[in-house]
């Protein structure tokens, strides 16, 4: 099954042309490196892909593909503590984790709208997961 799949990707900075009729597909699975010289694209690919920048050309992904990006050199202040870096990090996902305890509490308190709240933390956990 392919997850992502690029046809024809052209990037302009300007009038300067960073790359053109970049094809490839990734499936399920699979591994990849992405090979090239400084200034050649690399970096741009990663983003068009993610979303954080545009480009011409055709872009899909699977339905349900969830997609991060790291940035190379991460902006951290001198006062930043590794935790607090680590929860920028994973701020939605302590969100959700924060939703999930709240559902189980209402689990153990309401029982008028029990299934309600059972059907809405079954979603939570697979959204989880």
């Not at 050649?40 to 892909?49: A, M, Q």
């Not at 924060?98 to 299934?115: C, G, P, S």
């Amino acid at each position: 099954m392919i997850d992502l799949a690029v046809k024809n990707l052209k990037k302009y900075y300007s009038a300067n042309m960073i790359f053109d009729h970049v094809t490839f597909d990734i499936k399920s699975g699979e591994k990849i490196g992405l090979i090239g010289a400084n200034g050649s694209g690399k970096t741009t690919i990663l983003k068009i892909v993610a979303g954080m920048e545009s480009a011409e050309g055709e872009l899909f992904l699977r339905k349900g593909l969830t997609l991060g990006y790291l940035e190379q050199l991460p902006t951290v202040g001198l006062e930043d503590t590794v935790l607090n870096v680590l929860n920028t990090a994973f701020g939605e996902l302590n969100g959700l984790k924060h939703k999930i305890t709240q559902y189980e509490l209402l689990l153990a308190q309401d029982m008028v709208n029990f299934e309600r709240t059972l059907q809405e933390y079954g979603k939570l956990q697979a959204e989880f997961e």
